[in-house]
């Protein structure tokens, strides 16, 4: 039996992110794109 993958890791995205809601003057971020995309 395979193991089912639900999701794609984006660490690259993830890190950029995080870094600007932590210390940068980002303080809310909207993810815009098409549906069944991955933007969960």
Same mark, same amino acid.
């Given at each position: $039996?395979?193991?089912?993958?639900?999701?794609?890791?984006?660490?690259? &995205?993830?890190?950029?992110?995080?870094? $600007?809601?932590?210390?940068g003057?980002?303080?809310?971020?909207?993810? &815009?794109?098409?549906?069944?995309?991955?933007?969960?």
């Amino acid at each position: $039996m395979t193991k089912a993958h639900w999701h794609y890791t984006r660490t690259d &995205f993830l890190d950029t992110v995080f870094t $600007m809601l932590v210390s940068g003057p980002v303080q809310a971020i909207s993810l &815009f794109g098409p549906r069944r995309i991955g933007k969960t």
